[in-house]
């Protein structure tokens, strides 16, 4: 198979070997693929035939967007719980009243797995819309070990079935179920002793996350699973800081974890740890932006400390219901002050790395794999500034097109 874009009006990509925020920025271009593969990028008139063609005249390309922090495996939404915030209620008094986590959790275990590849099915082809071609994607919402494994087997059935690439996080860390809230050390056992091994052994995820918070997983107890995950050779991503300076940047700092996701309320320290220990933070504007919290993650610290963050949607059912990361975009720059370069490779090249697959996807270059999301908009400064919108003309995974408006 042979694709063709040709007449590309603006195409740029982050590179290895170029600092945060330059990028390769070449106009008037024709790019073509043969194979899934990125095999030339052109100027002038000269171009190869193809079996298919698309003329991007006007138009922006773009790698495909790579979303590092998602939750998509889940059962029913809870706009109940939304319209509980917008009367005043905080995430931690919803929660509280058995709303959050735990009542995703509760929905979950109703759900058959015919069910729920099917609603996850639908769902995630909603990424291709937004130019997004690969995702992290979390369990969690299950927290026993029968609905904890049907969880990443559904993802891992998905990989085989459709075009969407997910790379899976075990997050059986993500609450206290119900059943074990008066022995919470008897469900970290279980974690440990039977969920990772099982897990591992079964090749059902590449990493393993904890949400290291007050009221859900200590910074001890967010070590001790994650020190059995890394015994295991699945790789530690930290849920921190999110509502609390809590210690959870400092502790993926102490054990080199590859992310530490949220970041709201990170200490100096935190920034610090991260910084000298190469944990990429990925940040989630949505998410703060959906709860109604005016404190945002502090990205302009963590880039000065050293830091090279990534940014997500944290799509979700309960704090953050969106797949549109062209509106993390928006957020992001108004909230955090990103700028249009930084942002391309906050949600490129940056989340390829924190997912071990920046040498095959994350950038344009010839002999990568040819993900791309091909933007009706005159110039990168126009994405975020045309805020809520989806400008997605073509989203092309391993050189097929995926999406076309």
């Known amino acids: 198979m042979s694709l063709l874009i040709k007449n590309i009006t603006h195409l740029y990509t982050p ?66 719980e939304f319209i509980m915030r917008i009367q005043g209620k905080s995430y931690e008094e919803i929660a509280a009243a058995g709303g ?70 075990f997050l059986g860390a993500h609450e206290i179920p119900d059943e074990y809230q008066s022995d919470r050390a008897a469900y970290i056992n279980l974690i440990k002793k039977k969920m990772i091994p099982y897990i591992a052994k079964n090749n059902l995820a590449q990493f393993c996350d904890v949400f290291c918070e007050k009221g859900v997983y200590t910074v001890e107890e967010s070590r001790d699973i994650l020190r059995t995950a ?21 502790l993926a700092g102490e054990l080199k974890a590859v992310t530490a996701d949220h970041l709201v309320r990170t200490s100096d320290a935190g920034i610090k740890a991260m910084a000298e220990n190469g944990v990429i933070p990925v940040l989630l504007p949505g998410t703060t932006f959906f709860l109604r919290k005016d404190q945002y993650a502090p990205a302009r610290k963590m880039i000065d400390a050293g830091c090279r963050p990534a940014v997500a949607t944290d799509f979700n059912p309960g704090s953050s219901a969106t797949q549109n990361i062209q509106l993390m975009w928006s957020i992001a720059s108004l909230k955090m002050g990103l700028l249009p370069e930084e942002l391309l490779w906050s949600t490129t090249l940056i989340p390829a790395q924190s997912l071990m697959l920046d040498k095959k996807i994350g950038s344009i270059e010839v002999g990568k794999q040819a993900d791309l999301v091909i933007l009706d908009i005159p110039n990168l400064e126009y994405l975020p500034y045309n805020y809520g919108m989806n400008n997605t003309a073509y989203t092309i995974k391993k050189g097929e097109i995926v999406y076309k408006r």
């Open 100 to 169: 959050g986590i735990r009542n995703s959790v509760r929905r979950f275990r109703e759900a058959s797995k015919e069910d729920l590849i099917e609603v996850t099915k639908k769902r995630i082809t909603r990424f291709f819309e937004y130019g997004t071609t690969t995702i992290e994607a979390k369990s969690g919402y299950g927290l026993s070990f029968d609905d904890e494994i049907k969880s990443l087997e559904i993802i891992k059935e998905l990989n085989n079935e459709q075009n969407l690439e997910m790379i899976s996080t």
């Open 15 to 80: 590179l290895h070997g170029l600092k945060y925020g330059q990028l390769n920025h070449i106009t008037n271009c024709h790019l073509y693929i043969i194979n899934q593969k990125i095999t030339k990028i052109s100027k002038g008139n000269d171009f190869p035939d193809a079996e298919m063609v698309i003329n991007a005249k006007g138009q922006v390309v773009l790698p495909g967007f790579i979303d590092a922090h998602t939750h998509p495996i889940f059962w029913m939404t809870r706009e109940g």
């Open 230 to 250: 890394m015994e295991f050779d699945l790789k530690p991503r930290i849920h921190a800081d999110e509502l609390n300076a809590f210690g959870g940047a400092e």
